[in-house]
Structures are given as structure tokens and as C-alpha cells.
Nanobody, 120 residues
Framework: QVQLVESGGGSVQPGGSLTLSCAAS????????MGWYRQAPGIQRELVAT???????TYTDSAKGRFTISRDNAKHTVFLQMTSLKPEDTAVYVC??????????????WGKGTLVTVSS
């Protein structure tokens, strides 16, 4: 079994910054792509950014230029640096990881999420 635990959420004023972290632990042989999604009330879950093991990144249009995804492969951890935050960035941010277990079974895992609130 693999666990993903997010941290770093909180409340911030518009224009502010936050950095989210997500650490994977458990039965891990290797971690492939890691990503951040967000879920706002009444809105479909949205992919925010992804990063593969070599470091190639993708971003949704609303995140480009403001958010930076990075990872520490040795610690199976992914980060999301968010700057110039806007009220519409308010959501629960959820981490996802594609993991190969030590028993060579590949699966996708999700964290429980961390709340980001952008408000004045």
C-alpha cells in the first residue's frame, strides 16, 4: 500500500504565495508521474500540473507563469509553488502519483487533499 500526504495549504490574500508538498510512502519501488489536481465546490476536478520522473512538466493554462511544480525523487515528494494567487485558485488541492510497487504492480494513488483559500 502507498500513502500520499499533502501539506502546506492555508489561507492567503490575493497576490500571495503558498507552497504545497506531497510525500509518498509505503510499498514503493519507483514513482513515475506525480501531479496536483484541485477541486472547488461545484466545479469538476481540474488537473493543475504534472511532473514525470526525469522532470518534464505540464501545466493547465491558468497555472502557467504562476505555479511551479517540482519533485525530490529521493524522497518521493512533489511540490507546488504557487504565486500571484487569485480568489479563483481557492480549492482543495489533491496530489496524485503513479507508483510501481516492490511487487512490480503499477497503480495510481491519491492523497486526501489540502485546502487553499485565497481571500481578502
Amino acid at each position: 500500500q502507498v500513502q500520499l500526504v499533502e501539506s502546506g495549504g492555508g489561507s492567503v490574500q490575493p497576490g500571495g504565495s503558498l507552497t504545497l508538498s506531497c510525500a509518498a510512502s509505503g510499498n514503493i519501488f519507483t514513482v513515475y508521474t506525480m501531479g496536483w489536481y484541485r477541486q472547488a465546490p461545484g466545479i469538476q476536478r481540474e488537473l493543475v500540473a504534472t511532473i514525470d520522473a526525469p522532470g518534464t512538466t505540464t501545466y493547465t493554462d491558468s497555472a502557467k507563469g504562476r505555479f511551479t511544480i517540482s519533485r525530490d525523487n529521493a524522497k518521493h515528494t512533489v511540490f507546488l509553488q504557487m504565486t500571484s494567487l487569485k480568489p479563483e485558485d481557492t480549492a482543495v488541492y489533491v496530489c496524485q502519483a503513479e507508483v510501481m510497487s516492490r511487487t512490480l504492480i503499477e497503480d495510481t494513488y491519491w492523497g486526501k487533499g489540502t485546502l487553499v483559500t485565497v481571500s481578502s
